[in-house]
C-alpha cells in the first residue's frame, strides 16, 4: 500500500501470486475495486418515507450509489467497496434506533373551592376525610357545650 501511494498506483490482489497494477484515478479505482452486495436490515423504519430518508442519509455520508430498498421486507441492499459497506452498517446501526416510548401514570384530584385554604387530595382520601367531617359535626352537633372564650 505504502509503495502504491508512492507511486500513485492502485493495485488489487488477484490471487496468491498475481497483483494486478493500474493508475490510481477515480475511473479505474470504480473499475476495478472489489465490491460486495450486502443486505441491511431497517429495524426501526416504520413507515416508508423513514426508510428512504435513511437511504438518503446513508448514501450522502458514504458515497454509496448502488443501493436498493425493498420496503416490504425492510430492507436495504448496498452494493460497494467493503469499506463504504462497513461504513454504511455502522451508520445504519446509529440512525436506526427504536422510537422511545413513553409511559404516563395520571392521577386525577379534586379540589376543594369551598374552604378558604385551597388544598389538593386524592379521592379516595377525600372521601374518608368528608365522612370523618360529617361524623364530627354530627356528633358535635349533639353535645353542643357552651364554653367560656
Known sequence: MILSRQTRTFTRVVDEHTLFVTDDSVQ???EYALEIEKDLVLPASVT???MNETV???REM????RTQLNTAARTLTVRSTEENVALAQALLEQIEQPHGEMMLE???LQVDATRRTTWVSHPRR??????SLR???SNSSRHKRTEPY
Do not use: P
Open 48 to 50: 416508508s418515507d423513514e
Open 126 to 131: 377525600l372521601r374518608e376525610h368528608s365522612r
Open 56 to 58: 438518503r442519509m446513508i
Open 106 to 108: 395520571i392521577e386525577i
Open 28 to 30: 479505474k479505482v470504480r
Open 135 to 137: 361524623t364530627r359535626s
Open 62 to 65: 458514504t458515497g454509496i450509489t
